[in-house]
């Protein structure tokens, strides 16, 4: 009897252990790790990119990259291939996560700054409509009752905080600045057709101008070693580089918005043959399906 209760003590230990270790992930070698944040590196400066447009501009961009950087790396090793969520999904999310999270800890206003500045806020929208114009500091000092230097302070203070509303001087969070919005099936699929003609545009473009771009833009590479690399001055890439994108924006005008495409004054000149033969090209690239091929069923850019 002691003996068949161990072995099935014994058994249901093993099996246990056996579901322990099934439910555990299945975690990528680092060779793999290496790989999948390599090829996601991209990602970390779109997503900065694109918070960074709606956000003031004192706040620093290294400081956003390097929490990117650290998610990326973060969601790599907690990353499970067998749950069929792809990478690029679930990295976003964490990378966005610590974007946000970074903003919070730049947000240093203490609430007597925020008091202070609602205050300010208030009393100029009173003055401003009952004198028909814009209050000077120093009838707005005058009006809340303090000196013109400690209202100079309380503008000091506001400019630091990072994370504060601009407008009504809120106790706005960083997803109030950084608001979502979960697109419909027709704006996605807007919104891939577009990376999409943005990546054929760049195809389609003169050797020397697609590798400016490609250097600048998608591996953000110093404009110091592009022009090294190409044996010219930076002032030269700079010329290569806004030449490029005003070919890609009237390519992509040309396709999307035709009406936004600038009028040539000669229409049958050199410049005006060669860029119509540049749309063409862009045309040429591939059709709505090939278009769609460059992101993921999300919207997310496939990884190169």
């Known amino acids: ?30 060779a793999e790790l290496d790989a999948v944040v390599r090829s996601h590196l991209p990602l970390v400066g779109h997503l ?19 929490a990117g950087m650290a998610a990326l790396a973060h969601a790599a090793k907690g990353f ?60 707005l000092a005058e009006a809340l009752g303090v000196a013109p230097e400690e209202l100079k302070a309380i503008d000091d203070d506001v400019q630091r905080a990072v994370v504060l509303s601009l407008q009504g001087f ?11 919005r979960t697109p419909g099936p027709e704006d996605l699929i807007l919104h891939r057709e577009k990376i999409g003609y943005l990546h054929h545009a760049v195809n389609a473009l ?42 890609l924006r009237d390519g992509l005008n040309n396709h999307l918005d035709p009406q936004l495409v600038a009028r040539q004054e000669r229409g049958n000149g050199c410049v005006a043959r060669r860029r119509e033969a540049y749309y063409s090209q862009i045309a040429r690239q591939g059709d709505l399906s090939a278009r769609l091929a460059h992101t993921t069923a999300l919207g997310m850019p496939l990884a190169a």
């Open 206 to 247: 003169p050797e020397r101008l697609r590798h400016v771009v490609t250097a600048y833009f998608f591996q953000e590479r110093a404009m110091t070693d592009i022009a090294a690399e190409l044996g010219v001055t930076e002032s030269r890439i700079s010329q290569l580089r806004s030449e490029a994108l005003v070919l």
């Open 80 to 139: 499970d291939p067998s749950r069929g969520i792809p990478f690029g999904s679930f990295a976003t999310t964490r990378i966005r996560g610590a974007l946000l999270d970074e903003l919070r800890g730049l947000d240093w206003a203490s609430r007597s700054v925020r008091t202070r500045a609602r205050k300010v806020e208030t009393t100029q929208q009173e003055l401003t409509a009952t004198l028909g114009r814009t209050p000077t500091q120093t009838e």
């Open 48 to 66: 900065v990119r694109e918070m960074l447009g709606r956000l003031p501009a004192h706040v620093s961009r290294e400081d956003l990259v390097s």
């Open 1 to 30: 009897m002691t003996v068949t209760t161990e072995a099935k003590t014994t058994a249901e230990t093993d099996a246990q252990t056996d579901t322990q270790s099934d439910a555990r992930p299945t975690a990528l070698s680092p």
């Open 170 to 180: 809120t106790a706005g969070t960083a997803e109030d600045l950084v608001p979502e």
